[in-house]
Every structure is written in C-alpha cells, then in structure tokens.
C-alpha cells in the first residue's frame, strides 16, 4: 500500500534551518504531485508549499515564500522541504501529501489522496 513517511522535524531556535524529507513507498512517485501542509497549535492545516511530478513547476504560500524551498528525488522516492528563516509562527506539524497527475487545487487538503503521519516543527523565540 502506499505510504508517505515524514521526517527531519525536530526543536530550532529562531532564524535556524531544518530540512523536512517525505520518503514515499507503494507508488510510482513520478506520476504523483506532492504537497507540503501544515498544522499550527489549535488550527486548521494550511498549505505551505507544492511541487508537480516532474519538480519544475512549485508554489508556496505567501508566509513561507523566499524562506521555504520545496524539491524532489524521483529517483529516490522522497520529496524535500527545506526550511530557513525559520521564525516562530512556523511552529506546527509538517505533513507531506501526494495525489496522483496533475493538481489545479493544490492549496486545497482535500485534493490530495495520501497523506503522511506528520512530523513536529518547532522553533523558539
């Protein structure tokens, strides 16, 4: 079955880097666009960033933009999401998500299919 397995969260003080990384297993990861969402304390899962199957189209939402990259290894199933710049406010769970061809709606949790558990992110002030 598929399967989408975050990675790389962990505890960064302000203005710090971490690289995020979904390993996905179960799919040929070529055909599938990935997007990267995430869920502060206490709020609704947002959309930080999305990349299409062959990586050279993305977009970002505006609180990330210039500070957040997001990337892809089709040869190596995993997707990246690397994070400098961090502040405060982008404390939440990360979560990777994949859907299958391409994505007009891709701010949207809805339109992707698989989804990965989640990994912490939190940064100090």
């Known amino acids: 079955q598929v399967s989408l397995v975050e990675s790389g969260g962990g505890l960064v003080q302000a203005g710090g880097s971490l690289r995020l990384s979904c390993a996905a297993s179960g799919l040929t990861f070529s055909k599938y666009a990935m997007g990267w969402f995430r869920q502060p304390p206490g709020k609704e899962r947002e959309f930080v960033a999305y990349?299409?199957?062959?990586?050279?189209?993305?977009y970002y939402a505006d609180s990330v933009k210039g500070r957040f990259t997001i990337s892809r290894d089709n040869v190596e199933n995993t997707g990246y999401l690397q994070m400098n710049r961090l502040k405060p406010e982008d404390t939440a769970v990360y979560f990777c998500?994949?859907?299958?061809?391409?994505?007009?709606?891709?701010?949207?949790?809805?339109?992707?299919?698989?989804w990965g558990q989640g990994t912490q992110v939190t940064v100090s002030s």
């Open positions: 998500a994949a859907v299958q061809g391409y994505l007009s709606n891709f701010r949207e949790t809805g339109a992707y299919a698989y």
């Open positions: 990349i299409s199957r062959s990586g050279v189209t993305t």
